[in-house]
């Protein structure tokens, strides 16, 4: 089955000057958990194929968009208000808020992210099946509530160690890791076009089965593309851990945080603004489609962006642009004008997570052994605890001030927060992975080597 898999992803991600190798890396042939640890454990390890980390962002990006901003239209046309959407919505934020960080720990802890990610996976697929169960009468809102709930449970380890995991694959290198997180948002753009129209056609079944078979690629795709472990260094995992974490870059996770709460009205609520304006669903689909143009050449460039601008700079301009966006979506009268400003999401979205991911990336923020918990406790922030307060004052705001006075409030909210962020956010950390940069451990010690790892290999077919 690996070797199927392996094949597959060389022919269709390989680039010109790219070349995969025959076979997938041994430790996956001999099918052996703990072969599989050791060969890619951590930055000391050799780095995976830039072809199979992008083939696990390419579709887990389609897999994400089959259920992500469509199941806001589905709930909707079930016959849910927007305050029960947004109900929903907020106590998905509040479970993955909860589980976020004890998953984050857990891979961390056993060395098995990756497997945790494939259980995730498979676990997932029956409670979201069980949404498009009929359901007539007052059961309705709480049978779609306590299927969504169990699959947001299932599912809050993807986003917790996705990236994680993706930054082990390409050994902490930003240049790699931006380009292959291209193909996450060319999968989401694709994936957009292609199930806007198909819903018009064939209805909502179609995303169940769009599920089902993406959840199925992932699984196989995942097992061969990023490691087992996001790093082979052990350390005591604890909620002090955690909290020493947070309490270093305090300003920078209660920024993220709002600036989740924003993202989150546009994410969860955009489409249902559209469909007030009279928008079709392809409409609501190439609003998203739109939003990938200006997202590439950002990640594709991420390591000179870091260089040149520091990771705090970069947030700050993203959060700038998404205010720009709030103020817009506040005086939209034409469904068809979303499309003008929907580009500007790809410098909100990919400045913003480019940099935080990269910032928690860093060692002396993170602490080594503690890759998935820093990028767990930022998954915290952006997706959990802002979208929950976001999506919870926001499905209210949406039903007494209305669509479009919602956002105009929230981009006070954000600016407000980017402001205080900007005086008072002190300086960051080196940029991780940059060519330039030499960032410390918890402990003064210098680890540049370990994220230049592979930079002197001849290996150049496991680099391009």
Request: hydrophobic share 50%; glycine share 8%; aromatic share 12%.
């Amino acid at each position: 089955l690996d070797q199927i898999v392996h094949r597959l992803i060389g022919h269709r991600f390989s680039t010109s000057g790219e070349n995969m190798p025959d076979d997938p890396p041994s430790c996956y042939a001999k099918d052996s958990c703990d072969d599989a640890a050791n060969h890619a454990m951590g930055l000391n390890a050799q780095r995976f194929p830039l072809g199979y980390v992008k083939a696990y962002y390419f579709m887990s990006f389609c897999y994400f968009a089959t259920h992500y901003r469509y199941l806001t239209l589905f709930f909707e046309s079930d016959g849910l208000s927007a305050s029960e959407i947004g109900m929903l919505w907020a106590v998905q934020r509040v479970i993955n808020t909860v589980t976020t960080p004890l998953w984050a720990a857990l891979a961390d802890k056993t060395k098995r992210a990756r497997l945790i990610v494939q259980g995730s996976l498979a676990a997932g697929m029956l409670p979201f099946l069980a949404l498009a169960v009929p359901v007539s009468g007052s059961k309705k809102v709480l049978s779609r509530a306590i299927f969504f709930w169990i699959f947001a449970l299932c599912g809050s380890p993807q986003a917790a160690l996705r990236d994680a995991l993706a930054i082990a694959a390409c050994a902490g290198d930003s240049d790699l890791w931006g380009r292959a997180r291209v193909y996450g948002a060319v999968g989401w753009g694709i994936m957009h076009l292609v199930l806007g129209p198909l819903l018009d056609v064939a209805g909502f079944a179609i995303l169940f089965v769009a599920f089902v078979l993406f959840s199925g690629m992932l699984w196989l795709i995942t097992r061969v593309s990023v490691p087992e472990a996001c790093s082979d260094v052990k350390k005591e995992v604890s909620a002090q851990a955690l909290f020493d974490i947070f309490s270093r870059n305090r300003l920078f996770f209660i920024n993220m945080a709002a600036i989740g709460a924003g993202f989150s009205m546009v994410e969860g609520m955009m489409f249902l603004l559209l469909q007030e304006l009279q928008a079709s669903t392809l409409l609501c689909g190439l609003s998203v489609v739109v939003t990938v143009i200006f997202e590439l050449p950002i990640f594709h460039y991420a390591k000179k962006l870091l260089a040149e601008l520091g990771t705090r700079k970069m947030i700050l301009l993203g959060q700038a642009a998404w205010v720009v966006r709030a103020l817009f979506y506040a005086n939209m009268r034409v469904a068809w004008t979303v499309l003008l400003i929907e580009p500007l999401h790809g410098v909100t979205f990919a400045l913003v997570w480019t940099a935080a991911t990269q910032h928690v990336a860093n060692p002396s923020i993170s602490g080594e052994g503690l890759e998935a918990s820093a990028q767990g406790l930022l998954q915290v922030c952006f997706m959990g605890l802002g979208p929950m307060l976001g999506l919870s004052i926001g499905g209210f705001l949406f039903q007494r001030l209305g669509s479009h006075a919602v956002y105009g409030v929230f981009s006070v909210i954000v600016l407000s927060s980017g402001a205080v962020y900007a005086i008072w956010g002190g300086t960051d950390a080196s940029s991780y992975g940059t060519a330039d940069s030499k960032p410390s451990n918890s402990d003064g010690l210098d680890i540049s080597k370990q994220v230049a790892v592979g930079r002197a290999t001849d290996d150049d077919d496991m680099l391009s």
